[in-house]
């Protein structure tokens, strides 16, 4: 990864000896999390003099840090993209959207407000069908974007920057649904 | 030559030092418990009755001190005003919390302290004193309970305690955790860790049964509900996910069963408007409730005899009365197995926490919720503090055998302007764990930020809970937008937030003066500490201790940095006796003898001398303050200066 500069300096990637690549293996992650987690949780170190806890601390809450931002598909896209100086926390950075988009997720929420309304149960269950099948397709998008990427394909960044964007408003409709649907729950169901 | 090297030796005697002499502690909603390893295995100490059982009540006597226990809760009826049960619902909250969600209702029978007389915001309960009346906080009855598990144990262990891990309903908020801490504190307690009770349970379990798996802790307190969803593998117990509710208990199901009972009865109408107004009636009556409550869970039906009146009470009646309160349960249960990604067939068990799990119908109820029949072969009320116990083991001792990976249970917001609530640490994110924040002035030569902290899951701040209110100063005078302050936000190991800010053009700390929404400062805590019965019996050896265990404390970190700065001034047998000296040291600052830790510190003064004197030499004596890692003050009163509101710089 040419545009990565520093790529020997430390990033969530290198503390759990990963290759700063977007694939990741979940079971792994977690594995090696674990690992660290043995030598480096502040349980180990409940006897060191102060300094060394305040450090051993810090150190630990990295760790965590990283295990949460590798684990979600968009908080490593948006990591990695920022890795390549791309920071897409900043909403001015924002590209121009395509317009057809943006007028497809303003019809699916008008839909969503509706099936609230009416507490169409069917309504609800395609709108999260089609959220996911979406999602689905930009998640496929994301991992053939940092392959380019990898390769080193110039276009590339752009094109995965929007990509994280557009996901970012599928996936706050999708917390959504999961709010309401959350209230709605009855207290019968079996988990 | 690394630090940890050096360590090494010390360590292993300082752990041996004190080995069996830390606890752990179940600070419960109903009862109270202490326990501690031996040869291995956790164990509740008993009391002379040889009860593990601490009823969690403090009768409170004009002149004399308070009684504690068994005796408060028998003799409650004839005092309910000075005798305080349940107090943890009051832990950490304010008279407005406890007014709006119905809580001051039902515990009627105490005196709350007008708000008005105090500035801060905190629950005080008015109790007999030899001048009259006092208020005390929920913090001072709880630190009543945990004296006695204290000395408790002090007596059966043979001397004076090192440390304990005290246990928190895993639901509960800073605040709330903040306040027992405290508690702990002031009942001279060195408060190792804050542990999650469904997390202790599920450590003193799994390490017990030597279970692997997925498993769902349900523990339902007297006062508290929790859930918890944990992963054991290899020693690791990592929670997934935890909800719960920190106002919904076994103490919900007495209230619900006393409303049955006032039906049942012929006069209801009279002894309704008596109990509601009568303190003492009202007492008996969930004492009745209570009593038919136990009855139910090995009989059919149960008969007491309540205001001259036989009454009956069927195992299906009380099933009816107490289903609302454990449906309310089921969301919890559901948002911890969404947000551990997980359905009930993953579970490889449910694990029942808390003496209201012996009630059928909860049995019945989880069965049917994770569509498994649970767990309850350790005793419900006893699993919470054998795990406290052993995470007292494995902080003080070398046991490498277990690991416990906890999360945070609500998520960490800001209340940016227009009170809307941007969340900066999601909730069940593992434990210690940290969120960077950059803000920068609105105003030009603006020298000042406030920052609201919330807790919760609601998007504006009104709705969530207000942890506290950050008061940076000290920021350089600029132009408006040219300061950025960094704001560091880190939930530590016990679930407490920490806070750190430095301004990063001037690379200068700027100083925070925290108000805590709730709770007490820190001012407040030394004076009761001060005033509390213990200090005056004149614990000057404590003192004594404490001041050479911090001097200890700064003499090693010293040394360790001149031994990382210049070690190599040194040959290894002239390293040698510094190695022994402040492994010495360290053993001692880890014991409880001051004039030993005195006497090693004079040891490693002499050992060191040579070394002292070569870094003088060699012009090598550089500042070695450290860097100031900076620390959150906690400032009583809160000027209202209105600075103007931060602006964050993303969104």
């Known amino acids: 990864m040419a545009a990565v500069r520093a790529s020997s300096s430390k990033t969530y990637f290198s503390l759990l000896d990963l290759p700063l690549r977007f694939s990741v293996d979940l079971a792994d992650l977690e594995q090696r999390y674990r690992e660290k987690s043995r030598n480096w949780h502040p349980d180990r170190f409940s006897r060191a003099p102060a300094s060394e806890r305040a450090a051993v601390l810090l150190r630990a809450t990295e760790l965590n840090e990283a295990y949460r931002t590798l684990r979600s598909d968009s908080k490593r896209a948006e990591y990695l993209l920022k890795l390549h100086g791309v ?90 649904i999961a709010e309401y649907e959350e209230a709605q729950a009855g207290s019968n169901a079996v988990l | 030559m690394s630090l940890f090297q050096i360590a090494e030796p010390g360590e292993s005697k300082a752990k041996e030092a004190c080995k069996g002499r830390v606890v752990g502690i179940d600070l419960g909603t109903t009862n109270s418990l202490v326990a501690v390893v031996r040869d291995g295995d956790p164990q509740c100490l008993l009391d002379e009755h040889g009860q593990a059982l601490l009823p969690s009540v403090v009768r409170y006597r004009a002149g004399l001190a308070p009684l504690v226990g068994q005796a408060a809760k028998r003799s409650a009826a004839e005092a309910p005003h000075d005798t305080i049960a349940s107090v943890k619902r009051f832990m950490g909250r304010g008279p407005a919390d406890i007014a709006k969600d119905g809580t001051a209702q039902r515990f009627g029978q105490y005196r709350f302290a007008d708000p008005s007389q105090h500035q801060d915001d905190v629950v005080r309960l008015l109790v007999a004193s030899s001048g009259g009346m006092r208020a005390v906080t929920p913090l001072e009855v709880s630190a009543e309970i945990l004296r006695v598990l204290r000395s408790r144990a002090e007596e059966q262990l043979g001397g004076e305690l090192e440390g304990a891990v005290i246990t928190v309903p895993a639901y509960f908020d800073d605040a709330q955790r903040q306040a027992t801490k405290d508690a702990g504190r002031l009942a001279g307690l060195s408060v190792l860790r804050l542990l999650n009770e469904p997390t202790a349970a599920a450590l003193a379990y799994g390490l017990d049964k030597k279970r692997q798996g997925k498993f769902a802790v349900y523990d339902l307190g007297g006062g508290t509900f929790d859930v918890s969803i944990l992963d054991l593998c290899d020693g690791i117990f990592t929670v997934m996910a935890t909800s719960g509710d920190t106002a919904l208990g076994g103490d919900d199901m007495d209230a619900a069963l006393a409303e049955l009972l006032v039906a049942k009865h012929p006069r209801r109408e009279q002894l309704s408007a008596q109990a509601s107004q009568d303190p003492i009636r009202s007492r008996q009556l969930l004492d009745t409730a209570r009593a038919v409550k136990h009855a139910l869970t090995t009989q059919e039906q149960a008969t007491v005899t309540w205001e001259a009146e036989p009454l009956t009470v069927t195992r299906g009646e009380l099933d009816q009365a107490i289903a609302p309160i454990l449906h309310r349960t089921a969301g919890p249960c559901r948002r911890a197995m969404k947000d551990a990604e997980l359905t009930g067939k993953d579970l490889s068990g449910v694990i029942l926490v808390g003496g209201a799990t012996r009630v059928p119908a909860v049995r019945r109820f989880v069965a049917e919720l994770f569509g498994q029949p649970p767990l309850c072969d350790l005793d419900p009320e006893q699993v919470v503090a054998l795990g406290a116990a052993v995470q007292a083991d494995i902080l003080s001792s070398e046991r490498q055998d277990a690991l416990l990976i906890d999360v945070t249970p609500l998520s960490l917001g800001l209340a940016l302007m227009g009170g809307i609530v941007e969340k900066i640490i999601p909730r069940n994110s593992r434990i210690p764990t940290g969120a960077k924040q950059v803000f920068t002035t609105y105003a030009d030569g603006q020298t000042g930020f406030d920052l609201h902290v919330v807790q919760g899951e609601r998007e504006t701040a009104s709705e969530c809970r207000s942890l506290a209110r950050f008061k940076l100063t000290g920021i350089p005078k600029m132009a408006a937008g040219m300061a950025r302050l960094e704001v560091m936000f880190l939930i530590d190991e016990n679930g407490l937030l920490q806070v750190d800010a430095r301004e990063l053009t001037s690379g200068r700390a700027a100083h925070i003066a925290v108000k805590p929404s709730y709770g007490l400062s820190e001012e407040q805590i030394e004076q009761m500490l001060v005033d509390s019965f213990e200090h005056a019996e004149g614990d000057l050896r404590k003192r004594a201790l404490l001041e050479q265990r911090i001097e200890a404390e700064r003499i090693l970190q010293a040394l360790d940095v001149a031994l990382r700065q210049d070690g190599e001034l040194l040959s290894e047998e002239e390293m040698q006796p510094i190695v022994e000296a402040r492994a010495a040291l360290q053993a001692a600052r880890n014991g409880a003898d001051h004039r030993l830790i005195a006497d090693c510190i004079t040891a490693l003064d002499v050992a060191s001398k040579e070394f002292a004197q070569r870094r003088m030499n060699a012009g090598l004596s550089r500042a070695v303050t450290g860097k100031s890692v900076g620390t959150v003050e906690k400032a009583v009163h809160f000027d209202e200066n209105d600075l103007p509101p931060s602006v964050p710089l993303a969104e």
């Open chain 1, 87 to 176: 920071d897409v926390s900043d909403e001015s950075k924002k590209p121009a959207l395509d317009p057809t988009f943006l007028s497809d997720i303003l019809e699916l929420r008008e839909e969503l407000a509706d099936a609230r309304v009416e507490r169409d149960n069917e309504k609800l269950a395609s709108i999260k069908h089609r959220i996911a099948s979406e999602q689905k397709q930009l998640s496929e998008r994301l991992y053939a974007g940092f392959v380019r990427l990898e390769q080193e394909d110039p276009a590339a960044l752009s094109e995965l920057t929007e990509t994280v964007f557009v996901q970012r408003y599928y996936q706050r409709f999708a917390d959504d």
